[in-house]
């Protein structure tokens, strides 16, 4: 199987140059990875949701949303971006167009992930979605087995909901309750000032991310409406 790291090193030269490209360095956005970015983003779902559909059978559709939430967020498409060295391309590209900020930019997590997506954008322009598949399932599959069998970032995937709905989420700890090494605490998240979820455990963490857990579990049922 062809790696990502492969496909990319086979990229034409106008695509890989549009795709380490920042908005900042060029005096028209679309000649920036942005536009890139915005399919890649798509094409990184529709794999990612291939493959956790093939892998898990029995999982519901809440399941399988929660686990690609976190697999496509900005958190994990940075991680694997930046095991791609893909900051060292986009300082490389900078160079070359002798732009000031480079370094910044290729150490921000949001730019990294914006360039893994504009990347996989570009090879799907390129390739098409056959060729390119299952370097992306690939590239991300520690991901999703982390994801689907350990632990995923609740916080992390109502944070990159909130995000794009420009809203604000909060925790507070509003109980914690039991001996001083046997404590249980209680916390609660609210979005834009509204309580959306609770959640109890043995460290403020975790009961954050009980909290974030349902939460999302309640924007979910809001998005589908009743009668799902």
């Known amino acids: 199987m062809t790696s990502l790291a492969e496909l990319?090193?086979?990229?034409?030269?106008?695509?890989?140059?549009q795709v380490f490209t920042h908005s900042s360095w060029v005096a028209e956005r679309t000649l920036s990875y942005e536009r890139?970015?915005?399919?890649?983003?798509?094409?990184?779902?529709?794999?990612?949701?291939?493959?956790?559909c093939r892998r898990y059978p029995?999982?519901?559709?809440?399941?399988?949303?929660?686990?690609?939430?976190?697999v496509v967020s900005r958190y994990t498409c940075a991680k694997?971006?930046?095991?791609l060295d893909l900051a060292g391309r986009l300082q490389e590209s900078a160079e070359e167009l002798e732009a000031a900020n480079a370094a910044s930019?290729?150490?921000?997590?949001?730019?990294?992930?914006?360039?893994?997506?504009?990347?996989?954008?570009?090879?799907?322009?390129?390739?098409g979605l056959d060729a390119i598949m299952d370097a992306v399932i690939d590239a991300f599959d520690e991901h999703i087995?982390?994801?689907?069998?350990?632990?995923?970032?609740?916080?992390?995937?109502?944070?990159?909901?909130?995000?794009?709905?420009?809203?604000?989420?909060?925790?507070?700890?509003?109980?914690?309750?039991g001996p001083p090494h046997a404590r249980t605490f209680t916390s609660a998240v609210s979005l834009d000032g509204e309580l959306l979820g609770r959640?109890?455990?043995?460290?403020?963490?975790?009961s954050q991310q009980e909290a974030a857990k349902e939460a999302l579990d309640v924007l979910r049922?809001?998005?589908?409406?009743?009668?799902?």
């Open 36 to 52: 890139l970015e915005f399919l890649g983003d798509s094409v990184l779902g529709l794999c990612i949701s291939t493959d956790i």
């Open 145 to 177: 087995a982390y994801a689907a069998s350990e632990h995923v970032d609740y916080k992390t995937v109502l944070q990159e909901h909130v995000a794009k709905l420009g809203q604000e989420v909060t925790y507070n700890v509003v109980a914690a309750e």
């Open 199 to 206: 959640g109890s455990g043995k460290t403020k963490k975790v």
């Open 8 to 17: 990319a090193a086979r990229l034409t030269p106008e695509l890989s140059r």
């Open 105 to 127: 930019l290729a150490s921000n997590a949001n730019v990294l992930a914006a360039v893994l997506e504009a990347l996989i954008g570009a090879l799907y322009l390129q390739f």
């Open 58 to 70: 029995d999982y519901n559709e809440g399941e399988l949303a929660k686990v690609r939430a976190y």
């Open 221 to 228: 049922e809001r998005r589908q409406g009743p009668g799902r």
């Open 80 to 83: 694997v971006g930046a095991a």
